[in-house]
Nanobody, 121 residues
């Protein structure tokens, strides 16, 4: 089994910052891409940012320049530093990872349960 557990959500005022973490654990041989998605009330889930093992990143246009995704490959952990937060960034943030499990021959996608980030105006 593989588990992704997020932490670091919370409540902040507009202009503030939050730092999210997501640690993957279990029978992991390697992890390819890791990233963050979010879903706001009444809206579809959307990509926030992803990062490969080599450090290549992709960001949603709406967060470029404000959010930074990073990872610690040795700890199987991905981070999301969110600065200059806006009320429209309020959402449940979920971690995602493409994992090669020990003894498996292909990648499988895993999701965390999510962590709430709330930004007040």
């Amino acid at each position: 089994q593989v588990q992704l557990v997020e932490s670091g959500g919370g409540f902040v005022q507009a202009g503030g910052s939050l730092r999210l973490s997501c640690a993957a654990s279990g029978s992991i041989a390697s992890i390819n891409s890791m990233g963050w998605y979010r879903q706001a009330p009444g809206k579809q889930r959307e990509l926030v940012a992803t990062i490969t093992t080599g450090g290549s990143t992709v960001y949603a246009d709406s967060v470029k320049g404000r959010f930074t995704v990073s990872r610690d490959n040795g700890k199987n952990t991905v981070y999301l530093q969110m600065n200059s937060l806006k009320p429209e960034n309020t959402a449940v943030y979920r971690c995602n990872a493409d994992v090669l499990r020990t003894g498996w021959e292909c990648l499988a996608e895993y999701w965390g349960r999510g962590t709430q980030g709330t930004v007040s105006s």
